[in-house]
């Protein structure tokens, strides 16, 4: 059903840590510089989570 499209992928968890990263790069004092790179890296964390469970959901599909 629609349920699975609306959790976000670990691309689109990339695109924003990539949207971050380009923010930080842009930031005119440190501060926003530091809070934009912070969220970027729990971006990537999502990322790799999510990239963790789509792995286990495939190994335990392919058991069967």
Known sequence: GDREASMPTANEY?????????????AKTETDRVACIDLARTWLEAASRQHDEALKQVLQSSKG
């Open 14 to 26: 990339l695109k924003m840590a990539e949207e971050c990263y380009r923010l930080a790069c842009e």
